[in-house]
């Protein structure tokens, strides 16, 4: 018995260091654009980290990344890092990342309506973080910042939560049928 909680809690340390490795990854499929935000497939990544691994896991796979970026580590947009991106701006999307998770990984626990409830509810405050620092830091408007880094990108994000919820349904059942269960 000792051996298996051993090896369940090794198999969740390796899952969040892989997840976090998934966001840094996709963080680096970008499109630069005029605003200065890039079309990357991070959005996707959060969601598949939190559909996959749950709020806990997700968020704790997310917090390693935020920290990884942070020290300096290159895991954001082009391959950046350091607190100067986190306080840019675009740092309030990479904030946004943490409620995200949270709120799609607790939706997977509950029931379909819930789930799309609380993953528009992240998606939305993912993207409310981002306008807010955008805003404060380039000296604009609510309005003329949201239409410049959120309008553009909203379709290809909810997109991308749909995406990755269907592909961690698939993985969810992969990671049952190898009898691994490293979410709550």
């Known amino acids: 018995m000792m051996k298996k909680t051993q090896s369940s809690k090794t198999m969740m340390v390796i899952m969040v260091g892989m997840f976090a490795a998934v966001l840094a990854a ?6 630069p654009m005029p605003s200065g935000v890039p079309v990357t497939l991070q959005t996707f990544a959060v969601a ?14 997310t917090v390693v990344y935020i920290l990884l970026g942070a020290v300096g580590v290159p895991v954001f947009a082009n391959l950046h ?3 100067g991106v986190l306080v840019g701006a675009t740092g309030g999307f990479i904030w946004g990342f943490l409620f995200m998770v949270l709120l799609c990984g607790f939706g997977m626990q509950k029931n379909k309506a819930l789930l799309c409830v609380l993953s528009a509810a992240g998606l939305a405050v993912c993207h409310l ?3 807010l620092q955008f805003m404060a830091v380039m000296d604009m408007g609510f309005t003329e910042s949201a239409v410049l880094v959120s309008v553009p990108y909203l379709v290809k994000d909810v997109i991308s939560v749909v995406v990755a919820y269907l592909l961690a349904v698939a993985v969810r059942r992969a990671l049952n049928a190898a009898d691994i ?4």
Do not use: D, N
């Open 48 to 61: 598949l980290t939190a559909y996959v691994l749950g709020w806990k896991l997700g968020g704790l796979a």
């Open 26 to 31: 996709l963080s680096q499929l970008s499109i």
């Open 181 to 184: 269960r490293v979410y709550a």
């Open 81 to 83: 890092g350091g607190v």
């Open 129 to 131: 973080l981002g306008i």
